[in-house]
């Protein structure tokens, strides 16, 4: 067995604000419980001091992979195994000692291009593709460590296609391994009992919002419009996100359509939500501790003459800034792609489709009391913040619901017309 120091060592470090002390095996926590933007020299430091060990979810290679085949398919094995599995870190430019992270050894060459050369081996080597790989380098002293965050998948198995392979693996604290037929079965029915999970608890949330049993009560007899997006890896690993992180951002979690707000913690994770002055809510933003979000809204049904409507041309660039502005938030939580998005109403029964002049024959009043558009998935953060695609998608089906074969204000490409 490893021996392990008996007090806290004290290290120093380029860069580093003077002597850090760490406690032995921090490390692992100090990686895990981080998002992959605040990884940095002194985690990957902190690591060594603390002589973590590999894991089902860390691996560490001294050097890259070369670029013989069976290099290459030594990459996808590592990466696809964590895919399989629960997901994890590989740490290239950390040398290891029975198991355990003892040196860092920098890569020296060109890192920028090694980052984009494994990139290129993952997004065509893996079948079907890994949703949410992502890769950086760290300056350390001397050169540079690539971190590789590889997400649980919600889609597995996932086999290595690179030279004619056709192989599938998963990985435990040993290491990486082939899976067994019985597992293979197994990882193949796992993707439909997620999505069914994600929708379930979409469908009994919103029974819940129905009877007035939400987050906060709301006036729903104006009719109610809800947003859920569900982190289908996250979701199905039953992560808890830390509620400083949370508590952090109010800013992009404002209910639909508002910008006012107020906050507090409660016992499913963080709530932003808006009130009217008089201590009645009019929507709000329940994040989830695994990262899954319900936005709501009972201001979308303005009244005209009587009667409510859903302003078809106002309402698209709505949902363009929440998921927008939703989606910045999660990835600041480092919430894993891809997600389950899922756009419903209630209490809407006689609300019309408010169109411009130019559509001379208006279509009659919604004559149900619910709305559910079928669910869209977000498989990346957009990197411009840019989810017209899918809102096209979902503004189609809501037009479909009012009796228009499409959205008249997308183009085919699914782009946003202006004018």
């Avoid at 490893?2 to 990686?31: H, N, T, V, W």
């Avoid at 690591?47 to 973590?52: M, T």
């Avoid at 040398?95 to 060459?109: F, H, T």
């Avoid at 460590?145 to 690179?162: A, Y």
């Amino acid at each position: 067995m490893r021996e392990q120091p008996s007090c806290p060592k004290k290290l120093d470090y380029p860069g580093a604000a003077g002597p850090l002390i760490f406690q032995p095996k921090r490390g692992y926590k100090m990686l895990m419980g981080k998002n992959f933007a605040e990884i940095d020299g002194a985690t990957i430091h902190s690591l060594v001091s603390a002589g973590v060990p590999e894991s089902v979810h860390l691996d560490f290679k001294r050097d890259t992979y070369g670029n013989s085949d069976s290099d290459k398919k030594e990459f996808l094995k590592d990466i696809s195994a964590f895919a399989n599995t629960l997901g994890g870190y590989l740490l290239i430019g950390v040398d290891e000692m029975e198991g355990a992270a003892s040196a860092i050894v920098p890569c020296c060459s060109d890192v920028d291009q090694e980052l984009l050369r494994l990139e290129s081996i993952a997004r065509t080597g893996v079948e079907p593709k890994l949703l949410g790989l992502r890769i950086k380098r760290i300056d350390v002293s001397g050169g540079s460590v690539i971190v590789v965050h590889v997400p649980r998948s919600f889609n597995p198995p996932h086999r290595i296609i690179f030279k004619n392979s056709n192989r599938y693996f998963a990985r435990h604290s040993g290491g990486a391994y082939e899976l067994s037929l019985e597992e293979l079965r197994m990882l193949f029915g796992e993707q439909r009992s997620l999505e069914e999970r994600a929708k379930r608890f979409i469908s009994e949330r919103f029974l819940r919002l129905e009877g007035n049993d939400g987050v906060m009560p709301m006036p729903i007899e104006k009719g109610l419009m809800v947003v859920n997006i569900v982190p289908l890896p996250d979701f199905g690993a039953n992560r808890r996100i830390e509620l400083s992180a949370m508590t952090a951002q109010p800013q992009n979690f404002f209910p639909l359509g508002s910008s006012g707000h107020s906050w507090r913690v409660n016992l499913e994770g963080f709530c932003v939500y808006r009130n009217d002055g008089h201590g009645q809510c009019h929507g709000y933003t329940q994040v989830f501790r695994d990262g899954s979000l319900e936005a709501t809204s009972t201001s979308m049904f303005p009244e005209y003459d009587g009667v409510r409507s859903l302003p078809s041309r106002a309402f698209p660039p709505k949902i363009f800034l929440a998921l927008k502005s939703y989606l910045r938030g999660l990835r600041a939580l480092d919430v894993s792609p891809p997600f389950l998005l899922q756009i419903s109403a209630t209490g809407i029964a006689g609300v019309k489709l408010a169109m411009d002049a130019w559509h001379f024959d208006p279509p009659a009043p919604y004559d149900r009391e619910a709305l559910h558009l079928p669910p869209s998935m977000i498989t990346e953060y957009d990197p411009d913040d840019n989810y017209e695609a899918v809102v096209s998608e979902q503004m189609h089906s809501l037009w479909n619901a009012f009796g228009f074969e499409r959205c008249s204000y997308f183009d085919s490409n699914g782009r946003w017309i202006e004018n």
